[in-house]
């Protein structure tokens, strides 16, 4: 009854400090360490103690705070300890969407190795055209996390002197450039295109297409494929780039059967079609299908991402496969050796990537 009591003191306190702070004041409500401490009976410092280092207090104390932070919901202000530790054990990762499943496999890798560490992810979404970069990138840095993952090179130059002018640990992801803001994991876009030009020649393949996502990485692939096309002959003579159809990212499948659609209405006569993602793929496969175009007898199909459904499809499909786990887990310890003061002997990493052979070619 007695501690009963003191909860509805401690809450009508609050009550009143909401009452009286000034409107959107963070100090006028909410519990406090204070609270928590008079709860548990104990001075505000040595709640403190039982939360921060609870090896220094008697188990009866850290008992009693433990209960009054759970009758409370008392979350403790990890900001103030950073500013004492100079640590957030916070990291800010940046992917262009969290509607599509490209980048599930690098964010769970980072999450996960990040949290045996000790460290907590924070998400953000740019965007493919990077239109709301500069803002998020200004937010992110302003919090100070002890690391900044990021997905692709960062092209704006404000964005890469704020990010410099720092000092954050950043690691760019899933591209390639020799000159990073600070240190990067993944693969050539370029090398992928030229790759699956060459793969798709070697199977006999001469008038081939594209199906793409208007954004900058996948555009830099379809070019590269283009290009590697032409030079191996595999362009209608006269044409400097093989038939191809921009769709917007992120892709769907949907996207895949209407630019099947649209390529066959151009080029009635191509015979295999390289999608910038497994999605446009599937909608190609889909729509060839409904339109009894025999795969690959007809029509060669090669996605990229090696999704889960690829290899189950009819006919299971060939695909570029990235490793987005081993990206995801080398940024993060790249995050944690810096932060730890640590040097990274190999701060560019090329992951590369692997054309998976299935019936779809």
Not at 209 to 227: L, N, P
Not at 271 to 291: K, N, T, Y
Request: include cysteine.
């Amino acid at each position: 009854m007695e501690k009963e009591s003191l909860m509805n003191a401690v809450v009508a306190d609050v009550t009143a400090r909401r009452k009286g702070g000034r409107q959107g004041s963070r100090k006028a409500g909410g519990f406090t360490l204070r609270d928590v401490a008079k709860l548990a009976g104990v001075a505000p410092i040595t709640a403190s103690r039982a939360l921060n280092t609870p090896d220094a207090v008697s188990a009866k104390v850290l008992q009693k705070v433990q209960a009054a932070v759970l009758q409370t919901g008392y979350v403790p202000n990890l900001l103030a300890g950073a500013l004492a530790s100079q640590k957030s054990r916070l990291v800010a990762a940046v992917v262009p969407t969290l509607s599509g499943p490209m980048f599930l496999q690098t964010v769970e890798a980072l999450t996960d190795t990040l949290a045996g560490a000790g460290y907590q992810v924070m998400l953000g979404q740019s965007g493919y055209e990077n239109s709301r970069e500069d803002a998020l990138l200004d937010a992110i840095i302003g919090r100070r996390p002890d690391g900044i993952v990021l997905t692709g090179i960062t092209r704006s130059p404000q964005a890469r002197r704020r990010l410099l002018a720092s000092g954050i640990p950043v690691v760019e992801t899933w591209d390639l450039t020799p000159t990073p803001v600070d240190m990067l994991v993944g693969f050539s876009h370029e090398k992928i295109g030229a790759a699956v030009a060459q793969y798709l020649h070697s199977k006999g393949k001469r008038r081939v297409a594209a199906i793409s996502g208007d954004d900058e990485r996948s555009r830099r692939r379809a070019t590269a494929f283009s290009e590697a096309a032409v030079r191996l002959g595999m362009a209608r003579p006269q044409e400097s780039e093989v038939p191809a159809c921009l769709v917007t990212a992120p892709t769907t499948l949907g996207n895949g059967r209407s630019g099947l659609r649209e390529l066959l209405q151009r080029a009635p006569d191509i015979d295999a079609v390289f999608c910038s993602s497994d999605l446009l793929a599937l909608g190609v496969m889909i729509e060839a299908q409904a339109s009894a175009i025999a795969i690959p007898g007809q029509l060669a199909v090669i996605g990229l991402g090696d999704l889960s459904f690829s290899r189950d499809l009819h006919p299971p499909l060939t695909t570029v496969r990235i490793d987005g786990t081993a990206i995801g887990s080398t940024a993060a310890r790249f995050i944690i050796d810096r932060s730890e003061g640590k040097s990274v002997a190999e701060p560019i990493c090329d992951l590369g990537f692997t054309i998976i052979e299935r019936a779809s070619v």
